[in-house]
């Protein structure tokens, strides 16, 4: 949006394969309220909606729920000391490549701890197993959506029930899988999320998931992690590539589990997107997180 307003003298927003409208972009603005007025135009062009509002702060705050102590990899991080708790958005942010991706990959098991420990709700889980963590309450939105979330060659019904088809509901015996009742779950984050908007024409249980965008294939991946129901949530660069409407709409996910309880750790790069969110944050450089700031 800057650079619109820094070098363009006309803007054409597309929409849907379609022009939804133009406009002027003046060569300098009188008031902020021009610039401010001009910028919601563009954005209500590009989303078909107005501009999402700044979310409150959360005001409750809960016990605990993840505590990390003196925790390290021996290699690219560490070490490190990090609380938080349910009710609250953590962000953390610093220069990518420092250690941050091991640093997630550690929380949910699937590297290993040489130093220290993390606990959730007090119970330790430093040595458990990626299903383990799962099992435990823990929810994460990778950032390579492609390796870690999504399989192109499946189906979005397949997508949608990845990780949660061990046992009950989709389980009912070790032996069989009910095609129905996870294609009825599939449907319920499509239509919950907002999922495939009007890129998808095929039924939900036929359609596969690389007819999706991939804003699209985002708001799947957000929708069936929250469906875990989570005590944490981690989401790494989860908005990365988004447009505006798919950006709130993920946020207003996170900020929804917040205000319900949860604890959200967020990895991003996005100072924006950290200071419209986060309740408080910390910042990450050479492996090491610094303070938390309110």
């Given at each position: ?11 054409t ?19 902020a309220?021009?610039r ?9 062009l590009?989303?078909?909606?107005n501009?999402?509002e ?11 729920a ?13 070490p ?5 708790r ?18 997630t990959e ?9 130093a220290?420990g ?16 799962f ?9 390579d959506r492609h ?6 060659g ?8 990845i990780?949660l ?7 009912p ?28 024409k ?27 129901s989570?005590?944490l949530?981690?989401?790494?660069q989860?908005?990365?590539?988004l ?19 949860g ?5 991003s790069?996005?100072l ?6 986060a309740?408080?944050?910390?910042s ?5 997180e610094?303070e938390?700031?309110?």
């Amino acid at each position: 949006m800057p650079k619109i307003m820094r070098l363009c003298d006309r803007v054409t927003v597309l929409r849907d394969g379609a022009v939804a409208g133009e406009t002027e972009v003046p060569k300098s603005f009188e008031t902020a309220k021009q610039r401010h007025d001009l910028e919601a135009l563009l954005v209500r062009l590009m989303i078909g909606r107005n501009r999402p509002e700044v979310p409150t702060r959360s005001t409750h705050v809960h016990p605990t729920a993840l505590s990390v102590r003196k925790l390290s990899n021996g290699e690219r991080f560490g070490p490190i000391d990090l609380d938080v708790r349910g009710g609250e958005i953590v962000a953390i942010v610093g220069v990518e490549g420092n250690g941050q991706s091991e640093f997630t990959e550690l929380l949910i098991g699937l590297r290993k701890a040489t130093a220290g420990g993390v606990a959730l709700d007090s119970h330790d889980i430093t040595d458990m197993t990626t299903k383990e963590h799962f099992r435990c309450g823990i929810a994460h939105i990778p950032e390579d959506r492609h390796r870690l979330a999504v399989t192109d060659g499946m189906s979005l019904i397949d997508n949608a029930s990845i990780g949660l088809i061990d046992g009950a509901p989709f389980a009912p015996t070790p032996f069989w899988l009910s095609r129905r009742k996870r294609a009825r779950f599939a449907a319920s984050i499509v239509k919950r999320h907002n999922v495939c908007g009007s890129s998808v024409k095929a039924p939900v249980t036929k359609a596969p998931v690389t007819s999706l965008s991939g804003d699209n294939q985002q708001k799947l991946v957000v929708g069936r992690e929250l469906a875990r129901s989570p005590r944490l949530m981690i989401p790494a660069q989860s908005t990365r590539g988004l447009d505006i409407g798919s950006t709130a709409a993920v946020h207003e996910a996170l900020i929804g589990l917040r205000d319900n309880g949860g604890a959200v750790l967020l990895l991003s790069l996005d100072l924006t997107e950290v200071f419209i969110i986060a309740d408080r944050i910390g910042s990450w450089m050479s492996g090491v997180e610094q303070e938390a700031l309110a």
